[in-house]
């Protein structure tokens, strides 16, 4: 076995070998293919939980009892990948490996035989390190201790080596068509008869394909509407379109105590062709024209009630405003299976009242989640839907794409 020090190197003598990295805390590893200009290819070259396998690089956690560990299979890794760097940060947002110096194990994945260590000394306000690489050098791959520390946390470390972490969609999302006529097929806007990317429907029919009255669908004439993942209600009492202003209120409260939780409320508007019109968030706190507008950051989620509040004008949204997508990102990068009580609840501005509420539960290992989307039928009225779908994104440009693809 190799004590490893920064920038030493020993030659592989397995095809396969495993990358386990313990600290006294728990930590995210990750592993990213890069080509000989040190960038990834695609996003799909970044391994990590949530997409712990990519071509021959593997991820396996430890689900906080032994350290996670990145596996490469040299042989199957391919042409044009040159490197593979093994990266680490706590799993407690915003912690530095100042006192928890973690150690690199290299094995051999067969066997599991230990190669070599590497422990990177004098750590102090790094948020996340480059610990080790698996490199090819004239034909042979070989291990190099690293030691690289960010200040800026994993994101930093992505960002540096390609990954679109907070890159923004391209619009519009979809395919280049022609301008849409005026007139429209009869079917809801941004509301196609089946959505690729869409879950199952629970509900025991096929979603009728036009929502013309007395279909059975839920409106507002009985009172506040409590929800269902892919429940839709029309926001419609009396059979009048409701186009007063609603406040779509999110709140969440963190799962473990002391833990505070810096999450993200915003809404992205979309026109008839699925394209992008403009994204309202912390950082821009007014869009089209002031019809919709944030209540500002809410940087802890400590307190009752909502913790953010988004307040649209449905009768001053611009005419091809048809399709908005509420989401909740968690900036500081902690998973919503650390958050707890999450929910989003539509009210009439006016009087206060609760009109729709849907709450979040069964939360996955993500930073990002499309709450809910309102969605403008060719009559005027306006439908939501309760969609809870986990994105990986901290910030709300990376959720303009997926959120498309869901309206």
């Given at each position: 076995?190799?004590?490893?020090?920064?920038?030493?190197?020993?030659?592989?003598?397995?095809?396969?070998?495993?990358?386990?990295?313990?600290?006294?805390?728990?930590?995210d590893v990750s592993g990213l293919?890069?080509?000989?200009?040190?960038?990834?290819?695609?996003?799909?070259?970044?391994?990590?939980?949530?997409?712990?396998?990519?071509?021959?690089?593997?991820?396996?956690?430890?689900?906080?009892?032994?350290?996670?560990?990145?596996?490469?299979?040299?042989?199957?890794?391919?042409?044009?990948?040159?490197?593979?760097?093994?990266?680490?940060?706590?799993?407690?947002?915003?912690?530095?490996?100042?006192?928890?110096?973690?150690?690199?194990?290299?094995?051999?994945?067969?066997?599991?035989s230990v190669l070599a260590t590497?422990?990177?000394?004098?750590?102090?306000?790094?948020?996340?390190?480059?610990?080790?690489?698996?490199?090819?050098?004239?034909?042979?791959?070989?291990?190099?201790?690293?030691?690289?520390?960010?200040?800026?946390?994993?994101?930093?470390?992505?960002?540096?080596?390609?990954?679109?972490?907070?890159?923004?969609?391209?619009?519009?999302?979809?395919?280049?068509?022609?301008?849409?006529?005026?007139?429209?097929?009869?079917?809801?806007?941004?509301?196609?008869?089946?959505?690729?990317?869409?879950?199952?429907?629970?509900?025991?029919?096929?979603?009728?394909?036009?929502?013309?009255?007395?279909?059975?669908?839920?409106?507002?004439?009985?009172?506040?509407?409590?929800?269902?993942?892919?429940?839709?209600?029309?926001?419609?009492?009396?059979?009048?379109?409701?186009?007063?202003?609603?406040?779509?209120?999110?709140?969440?409260?963190?799962?473990?105590?002391?833990?505070?939780?810096?999450?993200?409320?915003?809404?992205?508007?979309?026109?008839?062709?699925?394209?992008?019109?403009?994204?309202?968030?912390?950082?821009?706190?007014?869009?089209?024209?002031?019809?919709?507008?944030?209540?500002?950051?809410?940087?802890?989620?400590?307190?009752?009630?909502?913790?953010?509040?988004?307040?649209?004008?449905?009768?001053?949204?611009?005419?091809?405003?048809?399709?908005?997508?509420?989401?909740?990102?968690?900036?500081?990068?902690?998973?919503?299976?650390?958050?707890?009580?999450?929910?989003?609840?539509?009210?009439?501005?006016?009087?206060?009242?609760?009109?729709?509420?849907?709450?979040?539960?069964?939360?996955?290992?993500?930073?990002?989640?499309?709450?809910?989307?309102?969605?403008?039928?060719?009559?005027?009225?306006?439908?939501?839907?309760?969609?809870?779908?986990?994105?990986?994104?901290?910030?709300?440009?990376?959720?303009?794409?997926?959120?498309?693809?869901?309206?």
């Amino acid at each position: 076995m190799t004590a490893m020090t920064p920038g030493s190197n020993i030659p592989l003598s397995t095809a396969r070998v495993t990358v386990d990295v313990a600290a006294p805390v728990r930590l995210d590893v990750s592993g990213l293919l890069l080509t000989a200009d040190g960038k990834v290819r695609s996003d799909d070259d970044f391994i990590f939980y949530n997409q712990p396998t990519g071509p021959g690089v593997t991820y396996r956690s430890g689900g906080g009892t032994s350290p996670d560990a990145i596996t490469v299979d040299t042989a199957a890794v391919p042409p044009g990948i040159e490197k593979i760097v093994v990266t680490a940060s706590p799993d407690a947002a915003g912690q530095t490996f100042q006192g928890i110096e973690p150690t690199a194990t290299i094995r051999n994945a067969d066997d599991n035989s230990v190669l070599a260590t590497f422990t990177p000394p004098q750590l102090g306000t790094e948020t996340a390190l480059v610990v080790v690489e698996i490199y090819l050098r004239n034909g042979a791959w070989k291990a190099r201790a690293v030691g690289q520390g960010y200040a800026d946390g994993l994101a930093g470390i992505a960002t540096d080596f390609g990954v679109s972490v907070e890159e923004p969609a391209p619009a519009p999302v979809a395919p280049p068509q022609p301008a849409a006529p005026p007139a429209a097929p009869p079917q809801p806007t941004l509301q196609p008869p089946v959505a690729p990317s869409a879950p199952p429907v629970t509900s025991p029919t096929p979603p009728p394909p036009a929502h013309a009255p007395g279909t059975g669908k839920i409106n507002l004439d009985k009172g506040r509407v409590s929800l269902q993942k892919n429940q839709t209600v029309s926001l419609v009492k009396g059979g009048r379109p409701l186009l007063s202003q609603v406040k779509m209120g999110l709140g969440w409260e963190p799962a473990y105590r002391g833990k505070d939780i810096d999450l993200d409320a915003s809404v992205i508007a979309y026109g008839p062709q699925r394209n992008h019109i403009d994204s309202c968030y912390f950082g821009k706190l007014s869009i089209v024209n002031g019809a919709i507008k944030h209540s500002g950051d809410n940087l802890t989620g400590e307190g009752g009630g909502d913790d953010e509040v988004i307040v649209v004008d449905l009768g001053r949204l611009p005419q091809e405003v048809t399709g908005l997508v509420f989401t909740v990102n968690s900036f500081s990068g902690q998973k919503f299976t650390e958050v707890a009580k999450a929910y989003c609840r539509l009210l009439d501005a006016a009087t206060g009242e609760e009109l729709v509420r849907f709450d979040l539960t069964n939360a996955e290992p993500q930073t990002g989640v499309m709450m809910a989307k309102l969605i403008k039928q060719f009559s005027g009225e306006w439908e939501m839907t309760a969609m809870g779908d986990f994105v990986k994104s901290r910030t709300v440009r990376g959720m303009v794409k997926p959120a498309a693809q869901a309206l």
